[in-house]
């Protein structure tokens, strides 16, 4: 699967794309960046999640053509072929053959549904009809693949997303780092993976791997809250400090406490 996506001058500044809101946009750039050699994506959700996204932004671009939704909850882009054109050596061809049969690519490259463009030398299959996720709200169903620990969230409230961003940079997060965050997400919880990625950014590491090794450091200890990890921490800094020194006795003191039994 071939690793490096471009865009296209002709899709991304034009005007109905430019006066979308920032949000929409930014997750329209996300979306490219999982998808497939194909355009395919199908975790379109976990996408929304990450970068702080809603529903509104992904029925936006929907509404302007930019994406077509499955009733799978998989997504396709549209223009992926006038974004990318991969070698046949290097592509690697989709995993969700039953989306693709219901697509053909018009006569400007670009995917549309069977029962609306006249089928041409490229479509992949015989006509089938829409399958009727175009107009309906499908992101609210399990399908979509839901993220365990991450809520629904305003752009500018979305922890994982924003904690990301600060620890690798904005444009790094996208493609392996969404899955490994995924994945991480699904095995330790949304607030052991904030507290990894604090650690992460105190230590100057410099990837999500640095992220999972100290995740799996601590279930290796066995370790697996939040409140537990602070707690080793703590001691280990306490057996850290030196023996305090008896605070000298004043001459006053001294004559207080002294007896033969205990002289000094």
Not at 26 to 44: I, K, R, W
């Amino acid at each position: 699967m071939a690793t490096r996506r471009m865009f296209s001058r002709e899709v991304i500044m034009t005007d109905d794309f430019l006066e979308l809101p920032p949000t929409s946009k930014v997750l329209y750039f996300f979306l490219n960046l999982e998808a497939d050699d194909d355009g395919f994506v199908g975790n379109p959700k976990t996408i929304m999640r990450l970068t702080g996204t809603t529903k509104e932004d992904m029925k936006l671009l929907i509404d302007n053509d930019y994406i077509i939704l499955f009733e799978t909850g998989v997504i396709v882009i549209t223009d992926w072929t006038e974004h990318n054109s991969i070698r046949k050596d290097r592509k690697k061809d989709t995993r969700f053959i039953k989306e693709k049969q219901q697509l053909t690519l018009d006569n400007a490259g670009k995917y549309q549904w069977l029962s609306v463009v006249q089928p041409n030398d490229n479509q992949v299959t015989t006509e089938k009809p829409p399958n009727g996720c175009i107009g309906k709200d499908r992101l609210g169903e399990d399908r979509l693949g839901e993220v365990r620990g991450v809520e629904d969230e305003a752009p500018a409230q979305n922890p994982v997303f924003e904690k990301l961003k600060e620890a690798f940079g904005e444009m790094s997060v996208g493609g392996r780092v969404v899955e490994e965050v995924e994945d991480l997400l699904e095995t330790h919880g949304q607030a052991l993976v904030l507290l990894a990625l604090d650690e992460t950014i105190l230590n100057a590491g410099k990837s999500i791997r640095y992220t999972r090794a100290i995740l799996e450091n601590w279930q290796g200890r066995g370790l697996k809250t939040v409140e537990q990890v602070k707690q080793n921490k703590a001691d280990y800094q306490q057996q850290k400090q030196p023996p305090q020194k008896a605070k000298p006795q004043t001459r006053e003191e001294w004559e207080k406490n002294w007896s033969e039994e205990n002289p000094f």
